[in-house]
């Protein structure tokens, strides 16, 4: 099971919530430091958040907590950390299909290829971080978060389902800055005729969102 994937079971705590949304940050400041933001968050925030998004404010809580203390720099990589667990919990949550015809591109006219809009799975998030998360995510991964070190960070990341076996964990990938702002654009709705003109080398990197399944289908979007 994904470590993200137990907080809505109904017979757990609110704190036990947080930490089942939050494994990285709660394993990174210790049991006493997560209770007492734990405390802070449902005194402040819980009461004016809906249910389903629940938690989903605590990056800002601990940007406020950072700004309060920053001499304690320990605390400024936990507000992106948080950002990037809660966007695997929003990933989580999304149904990916993947039902991209490649060979459908085939079928688009020289005329309207340039409308060609391609929308990538449901379960894609891309993030920017100053932090080296990927580093965390995957010494939490292997269990070696006493290991960790501050260096690195300036870095693309996509947070996506990876379906293999029957399984869909979400999981996180580093991006190419290339990559990064090819699949930004492919989020915003871009067409392959504003596509064109971003000076990516598109035969290179549109195969490559492929490849991973990224991308889910397309249609043609009429100016």
């Known amino acids: 099971m994904d470590h993200h994937s137990s907080h809505n079971a109904s017979d757990t705590s609110p704190e036990a919530n947080l930490i089942a949304l939050y494994p990285m940050v709660h394993e990174l400041v210790g049991d006493a430091y997560f ?3 734990a405390e802070h968050y449902l005194t402040h925030y819980a009461a004016i958040t809906p249910p389903k998004l629940f938690g989903d404010r605590f990056g ?13 720099d320990k605390l400024a990589v936990l507000p992106e950390l948080a950002r990037l667990e809660w966007l695997m919990h929003d990933s989580e949550g999304s149904d990916d299909e993947y039902v991209l015809d490649t060979a459908q591109l085939d079928t688009v006219s020289p005329e ?26 995957m010494a939490h991964q292997q269990g070696k978060m006493e290991h960790l070190s501050d260096e690195g960070g300036e870095e693309w990341l996509c947070i996506h389902q990876q379906h293999e076996h029957g399984k869909h964990p979400v999981v996180v990938e580093t991006l190419s800055e290339p990559m990064a702002q090819l699949l930004g654009a492919i989020l915003k709705g871009y067409t392959m005729g504003q596509l064109s003109q971003m000076n ?19 249609t043609l979007k009429k100016s």
Do not use: N, T
Not at 112 to 137: D, G, K, N, T
């Open 60 to 72: 800002q809580l601990l940007l406020r907590h950072y700004m309060s203390h920053p001499e304690l």
């Open 112 to 137: 309207e290829q340039p409308q060609i809009c391609f929308h990538a799975c449901p379960s894609i998030r891309l993030m920017y971080s100053r932090w080296p998360l990927f580093s965390i995510w």
């Open 200 to 218: 990516l080398d598109l035969r290179h990197y549109l195969p490559l969102l492929v490849r991973k399944q990224w991308l889910d289908y397309f």
């Open 35 to 37: 209770h007492l933001l």
